[in-house]
């Protein structure tokens, strides 16, 4: 069956949902890590998932990846 919609996503676009599935695997594996050292009383690993610079880091780049995400929507409804 022939249709005529296409999976022909700009690179861009690519770019941003690929960034997205390893950022959100990345903060698994923080969740993980947390649970993990919490209970087998890792204190130095909590601390350093605790804190204030990891997450602002994160933060930077989750509005990094959802600026990319804006401009390939912008650029794909463009065309």
Do not use: E, H
């Amino acid at each position: 069956m022939k249709t005529n919609f296409t999976d022909d996503y700009n690179l861009l676009f690519k770019l941003a949902t690929k960034g997205l599935k390893y950022f959100l695997l990345s903060l698994l594996g923080f969740a993980i890590a947390y649970v993990m050292s919490t209970v087998f009383g890792v204190v130095p690993i909590v601390q350093m998932l605790r804190s204030a610079i990891l997450w602002q880091w994160l933060l930077r780049i989750f509005l990094f990846i959802f600026c990319l995400f804006a401009i390939a929507m912008i650029i794909d409804s463009w065309k």
